[in-house]
């Protein structure tokens, strides 16, 4: 049976999690699904009231908003961006900051099978010592896009993605990232 005190706990673990995850950029971290879902887990976490999110994805969003009190808009106006897949064109549509205001900016939370399949990248930036080897799950036009919104820091989109085994990795705006 769900209770409050149990989603409590949950969101703790996974917010642990995604904490680390921003601080590790290409580390992998475990994640307590919440329904069945890591992606519903991650939205138990992130959404609140004053936040609006967009969704292309699995899972019970009539919920998560009950739960949450958040707003569902268009890609271009969400904090948050929940998706099935990385989508270049979700991604070039949404919001980066300004430099009034760079906080108006989004976090895309994206479905992959795994982190083993994907493109060879190479990592560098703050919570990497040098760089690191990893592979992401996008096609190399989306990594292109994600540069270009990212270009002019303290502009730029933060992402997380979840694999079929629970788990997520970070990529922060502060991470340059280049294909192998």
């Not at 149990?6 to 590790?24: D, K, Q, T, W």
């Amino acid at each position: 049976m769900i209770t409050e005190q149990n989603v409590e706990l949950l969101n703790r673990i996974n917010f642990r999690s995604c904490l680390n995850a921003m601080a590790r950029p290409g580390t992998v971290f475990p994640i307590e699904p919440f329904f069945h879902s890591a992606m519903m887990a991650l939205a138990s976490v992130l959404l609140y009231p004053e936040v609006r999110f967009f969704q292309q994805a699995d899972g019970d969003w009539t919920m998560i908003k009950a739960m949450t009190g958040t707003t569902e808009v268009k890609e271009s106006e969400a904090d948050y961006l929940f998706l099935d897949q990385p989508d270049p064109d979700i991604l070039t549509a949404s919001q980066h900051g300004d430099q009034q205001n760079p906080e108006r900016s989004a976090t895309l939370i994206c479905s992959c099978d795994s982190f083993a399949n994907g493109n060879p990248v190479l990592l560098r930036g703050p919570g990497i010592q040098g760089s690191r080897r990893t592979t992401l799950p996008v096609p190399p036009v989306f990594l292109k896009r994600l540069a270009q919104k990212n270009k002019d820091f303290p502009l730029g989109i933060d992402l997380f993605f979840l694999s079929l085994d629970n788990t997520v990795c970070a990529l922060p705006r502060t991470t340059s990232v280049e294909l192998l």
